[in-house]
């Protein structure tokens, strides 16, 4: 699917008739969707009646109230829509993983220089509630300086086969998932400059012919401070013990995490460790409903975020370049899992053109 978005009309939540859903922005709106499939519009058609909708991707670009381009397509479709976005003008918002190869990766990086067009890479971790409070509380001091970061996501995928054949064949567990706690890791230490990792099939994979499934990876950034990112895509899960995604941080002064689905922020204080837990308050934003799932306040975040970024022409992140050093990072990983062997990140910077 991909969703355009422009600058909206002002509007008074208090007596606007429209649900919470479409009360989250106040700085950018969607205006259109374009899909190949007739029953996908005929689904967005019945929730959002008011928009464009279309099954031509160049009609979409050829409208003149688009102003940022939403993709959220097949990975290795990333590129090429990308890159017709840019030529057309528009900025872009895609979805994790940005591509899924370095030769994807250089095109969409020349592209952007070539048109001087913006992207911001929709990873929606970092807009989560828990995950934002305990980056707050990280660039405040609250547990000293960063010295080891761990993060994992974990789930199973068999509806994620069916749903989407083409995870199997045509992208690797290493961009499709692995790049939610990759992007963590390298959200706290920055640039990495050598992954060693090891790759494993679950019998899920190997039943519906996929690869590597299960990572786990060591990461050493270029000031020597080290992370580990580990993602498994065909577990049985134990949400009572361990959340989907969580991010743990360990500093000189203090140690914290932040989970989702549950939208747990815990961490230390001279008082005793402390839970913080705004998912009753909070869920109706997150996620529409009673049910942990989706990505609608998420979403709604980084949409708002980069609105207001280039409104008032500030750096925001994740940026394309930044995206495209954490696809080197998933390359390196990707390779090492294969080798066995360590990978250096420079030379694949260079070979992308970082």
């Known amino acids: 699917m991909l969703v355009a978005l422009t600058q909206p009309v002002p509007r008074d939540p208090a007596t606007d008739p429209r649900d919470i859903g479409r009360l989250r922005t106040t700085h950018v709106r969607a205006v259109a969707g374009c899909d190949l499939r007739e029953e996908k519009i005929a689904a967005a058609r019945a929730v959002c009646p008011d928009l464009f909708y279309t099954t031509r991707y160049e009609e979409m670009l050829a409208r003149r109230d688009v102003d940022i381009v939403c993709i959220y397509t097949p990975d290795h479709l990333h590129g090429q829509h990308i890159v017709q976005a840019f030529e057309a003008g528009k900025h872009v918002i895609c979805t994790k993983p940005l591509v899924n190869s370095l030769d994807d990766a250089r095109r969409v990086l020349e592209a952007g220089r070539r048109t001087g067009r913006k992207l911001m890479v929709g990873q929606s971790t970092r807009f989560f509630e828990s995950f934002r409070r305990q980056r707050r509380a990280f660039e405040r001091g609250e547990i000293g300086a960063l010295e080891f970061v761990d993060a994992h996501y974990i789930h199973r995928m068999d509806w994620y086969y069916d749903k989407s054949p083409w995870a199997a064949t045509t992208t690797d567990w290493a961009f499709l998932c692995l790049s939610h706690p990759v992007d963590l890791v390298r959200w706290y230490l920055g640039h990495i400059v050598e992954v060693h990792a090891l790759g494993y099939r679950s019998s899920l994979a ?37 959340n989907a995604i969580e991010l743990m941080l360990y500093g000189s002064q203090g140690t914290s995490m932040a989970q989702y689905h549950d939208m747990r922020y815990i961490h230390t204080s001279p008082d005793g460790d402390i839970i913080e837990d705004p998912l009753y308050g909070k869920r109706a934003y997150y996620f529409n409903n009673e049910v942990h799932g989706m990505h609608y306040g998420e979403f709604a975040n980084y949409a708002e975020y ?46 992308v053109g970082l």
Do not use: W
């Open 306 to 351: 980069f609105a207001e970024a280039l409104l008032e022409d500030r750096p925001y992140s994740p940026d394309l370049e930044e995206g495209i050093e954490t696809i080197c990072v998933l390359e390196a990983i990707r390779r090492s899992a294969h080798s066995g062997q360590p990978v250096q990140l420079a030379p694949l910077l260079a070979e």
């Open 206 to 242: 190997q039943k519906y012919g996929a690869g590597f499934d299960i990572y786990a990876a060591n990461l050493r950034s270029s000031d020597g401070r080290i992370g580990r990112a580990m993602g498994h895509y065909g577990l049985h899960d134990l949400p009572s013990a361990r």
